[in-house]
């Protein structure tokens, strides 16, 4: 009986080892490695499209902000001179300011620092 160093086998791998230059035989693709690749790419495509659009469906779309352009405060007798008043403004706060000189002026009522809203 022949030993393990003595089969058929071992013979084999050595001219193997021998032609390519020992290592590079481990580089070479087989078609087992091959496959293997082409598999795994389908398998993670698939995966691709069935997750995609289970994520696309689960985030909620953008909403627009309606865009006010012009707000009915109320009657100019409810805010006296030298006074204030808060409004919305679309989404936002605005602050109707009513000087002494008696004119108008309306700012945006959040603060640049804290994002709350000016009093």
């Excluded at 293997?36 to 953008?62: E, K, N, S």
Aim: glycine letters at 10%; proline letters at 9%.
């Amino acid at each position: 009986m022949d030993g393990p160093l003595d089969s058929p086998r071992l013979e084999h791998y050595q001219e193997r080892h021998d032609i390519y230059g020992g290592s590079r035989l481990a580089e070479q693709v087989t078609r087992r490695r091959f496959l293997d690749y082409l598999l795994g790419g389908g398998v993670i495509a698939w995966l691709g499209t069935v997750v995609y659009p289970l994520y696309a469906y689960l985030q909620p779309p953008p909403s627009r902000e309606p865009q006010a352009t012009s707000v009915k405060v109320g009657p100019l007798t409810d805010t006296p001179p030298d006074s204030a008043r808060i409004f919305k403004f679309g989404r936002k706060p605005g602050i109707l300011v009513h000087t002494a000189e008696g004119k108008l002026r309306a700012f945006e009522a959040t603060c640049t620092h804290l994002d709350c809203t000016v009093q």
